[in-house]
């Protein structure tokens, strides 16, 4: 072919995989060469997973005392005044996430693992991991909101070169994952997430260009679906399947498009939309935050990830006073003055996260109870001692009463169990069902 083929329609253009059966012969040669989701009262069970990079000071992560007369350490002393709402877990391990004959490349396994718990496949181009727990549970509850998931970060984006020690930058910045080989990637743009969410344009005009916009979207996909219907009498068995893959992405498109229409107008709230990404590190994690809130809120999703960095993340933090990166920071080697500030990095970070939650504490639900109330939030790290590298005894906790399901108020030590159990006592929660393992898990975390 002399150009790319394109699909076509309304002005539009979806660009196609190539096919072997529309390059000439020369080419072809060279190619053959190479229904739940809700608590007691009725209101939505949210939940969200939150994680945070390269791991966090043992000695002042841990809370000291016992399992209800705990007092947090210095690193979760922001969230004192929510206390009876946290539950902080000790012996929480990613066994997968180490090294074992893989050698290097704890960073990536850490992202990859963090909610899938499986072994990741060592390779650039060869992805091979497992689906996340978020997305477990979107399949089962998602139809019931208009998106079934958010997935959110303050990071770049990668999907593909290699990232860490031969691992695909998919594995590092990714920790969502609708199937082995398809990661779910992450929004960082808070305009482009907000207007996903409601609309582009000010108040009162969101609902109407929402709609417009799935109008137009549907008049393309119908074009497209129809071109790719003449474009698959011309290729051979083997480019159509090729071809029926790449049309299941437009398809669930469409699946989305029919899935917002079942639900009315779309939520229009009385809030400005976001400019883009704020110069403040503070704000832009705020904003992402606020953002999860409004769609917990507005019942516009019941399941969402949030990237804060990922593992292996080197930023500095000049805004308080710390100008190294994170990354080598965290090799600290016991040096007490770069442990101080391994340690305010960890800080900082929860003192974002005690912001969101005091946030959803003070927002009332559709039931009179808090969202805090109605959801969980767990938030954590996918690796445990940043010096060495470690997965096991992994800095955790779990925000929020599931609807009172949980019993949070407490620290708990699970003594040395995959992180995987506790996924499917969340899973058993938000109504998945027949998910009799998960990862690498062993059997249900029952102590929640």
Known sequence: MSRRHFLR?????????????????????????LETATTPTGAPLRTAFVMF????????????????DFAFNETLQPLEFIRDQIQVFAGLDHANANPGK?????????????????????????????????????????????LPSLEL??????????????????????ISWKDASTPMTPERDPRLVFERL????????????????????RSVLDFVMA????????????????LDQYLTGVRDVESRIQRAEQFGPTPDPDVPTPEGIPESRAEYVRVMYDLMLLAFKTDSTRVATFVL????????????GINEGHHDLSHHQNREDRVAKVAAIDKWYVEQFADFLRRLDETEDVDGNSLLFNSRIIYG???ADGNRHTHENLPVLLAGNGGGALTPGRFVDHQSQPMSNLFLTLADQAGVKQLDRFGDSTGRLADV
């Open 381 to 383: 790290s996918g690796n």
């Open 53 to 68: 990079p390269n791991g966090a000071i043992p000695a002042d992560w841990w809370p000291t005392g016992g399992r209800h």
């Open 309 to 320: 960095a990922h593992d292996g993340d080197n930023r500095s933090f000049s805004e308080i």
């Open 198 to 217: 409601f609309g582009a344009g000010e108040h009162g005009q969101r609902s109407a260009n929402a709609r417009q916009r799935m109008a137009d979207r």
């Open 153 to 174: 970060t303050c990071d770049e984006r990668r999907t593909s070169k290699v990232c860490d020690s031969g691992y695909s930058c998919a594995y590092q910045y990714n």
């Open 102 to 146: 893989d050698g290097a490349g704890d960073h990536a396994r850490g992202n990859g693992v963090f909610l899938t718990g499986v072994r990741l496949h060592k390779s650039a181009t060869d992805i091979r991991a497992g689906v996340s727990i978020d997305q477990a549970m979107a399949r089962e509850i998602g139809h019931l909101t208009r």
């Open 227 to 242: 071109d790719a219907k003449r474009l698959n009498r011309q290729l051979g068995h083997d480019d159509q399947e090729k």
């Open 9 to 33: 329609g309304v002005g539009a253009t979806l660009a196609v995989p190539s096919f072997v059966s529309l390059m000439p012969s020369r080419m072809m040669a060279a190619t053959h060469a």
